[in-house]
């Protein structure tokens, strides 16, 4: 009979490693003497990269299953609420030109495409607006939530901003001293091999040799096994995704009392676009732009420029730190006995926080689906990589959509990004659709797709997409039932708006008061 | 709205409060809240649950008097004076407030209260002494605040077992309407069984065990408020 499954070895100490310790810890009794055996190996030398500070709303599940408490993840993690993104000045680059893509989905969104009712009069409200309550919340500042609510239960439907760095520590004390994965802190050598070309053991400094089944690689940009053992090719996506560069920089608040958006802010520019992140104690902004399109010194300027409107002359002395993008993915994710997660694995740039919410998917999948031993083993990792490639896939066309739905003529980045020739022929055959019908389920009919049909309706129509409706007439019944929904989503707008504090003042509620399990 | 000014002998000399009125002024009351000292009393006459505080999210013992906000059906249906009626509604129009040059907690009446006035009722001064009536009032006022503390040690021991639970009450009246009421919370019977004995011990000599079971069974009121309100619904 095959060697049965026994022990995980994940190397890294980041957000991916912890939360993969975290998950398959949690799922699989780890802290119980006949639990499976999880072990984590952090080298003291490697810092966490520490941006990715956006979360999708399935934190709260990754969260919730390796059973954190809200209330504490929130007081040491310095989180806010995000109730999605404000996209300024992505369709035609005026000052006035913004969409949202909120979290909630449309009203009716199961029984009713309410867009071609909406197009019909679009003048009086956006999209977003006409169909979903949340922009309004986020216009207001407004939290997704009341004191009164349960740990991770949502008035609407929220994620999280958080800060990277204490999010790692916070889980790195949770998985030690509650879920039972054992830490190892130090730097690994040679990577020891089995006939079979498996991973046998990682060489430690101090520690000597650790043997392990199943080997988790989450050492980042550096992909210690994937990467510089296994030799698995890297896939370059800079011929799509032009965004190559990053500069960095945290703001403090003017005053301690200013508000906290409750929604990522993401900015267009002439050659990339300025994410504005706000925690309670500080804001979190970056440009990313691409290098081919512009100097890093335009950029710095466009972002000094861009931070002078809330912090005025300080703007100009705050220190930015450089973060080198390198998009693309790894060929295969999962070989012999060892799989990449987060970084290690693929990253392609922050739009639409899309490196947290592939590291919780990528982890949830390996930790269901945990061979049972090394038979099981080859079957698992196919699977795991077909579904993964056909992930990321979607993940690079959801975002490339943002980029060929705007309408800016201004720059050769925005010209060049619709280039045929830089669109995947999987989004160039949807769009040919949507010029017709909605984005539907039926063109994502995966199960646990990263982004619904919901997201891509939020961009396309935000982002004023030119679409052809039918000449059919509609029947009676749906025309009353679309009037229903509008009218229906003005009522819980109003409702909502009214009832629901704002942002900041729920945040100092819950370090103050903490929510209740129940 | 209350406007609470800090209650002083020379300033509130001839101030009196009208309690002849108390019952109808909490006419649309259709909850309080109640301290564990008196849970044995309150529980004899209304159905005790727990709720959230909607400022702070902190639980809250209560007493029910109504099926709906702003409903009192023991007030509509007579029966409120035979009732007891709990401490924090008899510690009204007064409050405890930290005294703003002081910082210390001082008495408080609340002159917007429909009973305040000058003309009759329980006078707050004699001869510029403290009345009787303040007195009591004041000593009802260190019952609550201790009883709001001992409150929060005993709901955090709840809690920390697991011993409460949210309920969604279904009411179908007789008249056809139907009702859902929501935000209630109740001890969890089934957690209850499963605490551990030397829990169950440390639970029987801080007297939570009467204090679960008043509670408990203090939940059937609910029906007798369902038979009221039916009634009440056949008498237009």
Known sequence: MAKSLKHVVIVGGGSAGWIAAGSIAAMHNSKSAQGLKVTLIESPDVKSIGVGEGTWPTMRTTLQKMGISETDFI???????????????????????????????????????????????????????????????????????????????????????????????FLKAHCINQLGVNYISDHVGEVKSTETGDIASLSTKKHGDIAGDLFVDCTGFSALLIGQHFKVPFISKKDVLFIDTALAVQVPYQDGADEIASHTISTAQDAGWIWDIGLPSRRGVGHVYSSRHTTQAEAEKALRRYLKDSIGDKSASVTLRKIDINPGIREKFWVNNCVAVGISAGFLEPLEASALVMIELAVATISEQLPANRECMDIVAKSFNERFNYNWDRIIDFLKLHYIASKREDTAFWRDNRDPASIPESLKSLMTLWQHRSPSEYDFHHKREVFSAASYQYVLYGMDFSFTPNERAPSEAEQKMAQRMFAENQKVTEKYVSALPKNRELIEKIHQFGFSKI | MHTLETVNSERHSKTKVSLASTLAKHAKVHMSHIVLQEFAEVAQYYPIFFCKDSDTGQFQPVALFGLSVDENIYQASGLWQKCYLPLKLQS?????????????????????????????????????????????????????????????????????????ESVALDIKYIDGQAQQLTGLYTINKEMLEKVPSEVQKQFQQQGYTALLSAAMSSVSHISTLIDIKNRLKRQP
């Open chain 1, 75 to 169: 007081r040491e993690c310095d989180v806010s609420f995000k109730q999605g993104a404000k996209f300024a000045k992505w369709v035609t680059g005026a000052e006035d030109d913004f969409y949202y893509h909120p979290l909630v989905l449309p009203q009716g969104y199961f029984d009713i495409d309410l867009f071609k009712y909406w197009q019909k009069n679009k003048q009086d409200m956006s999209f977003s607006d006409a169909v979903c309550f949340q922009e309004q919340l986020c216009e207001k500042g407004l939290a997704p939530k009341l004191i009164t609510s349960p740990e991770y239960a949502a008035v609407a439907n929220y994620a999280y901003h958080l800060n990277a760095g204490k999010f790692a520590e």
């Open chain 2, 92 to 164: 009204t129009p007064f409050y405890l407030i930290k005294d703003p040059q002081t910082e210390r907690p001082s008495l408080a009446i609340d002159i917007k209260d429909t009973r305040v006035q000058e003309q009759q009722g329980e006078a707050l001064f004699i001869n510029g002494k403290a009345s009787p009536y303040l007195q009591q009032q004041s000593v009802i006022l260190s019952e609550l605040t201790q009883g709001f503390v001992l409150n929060s040690a005993f709901i955090n021991d709840l809690l920390a077992h697991n011993l409460l």
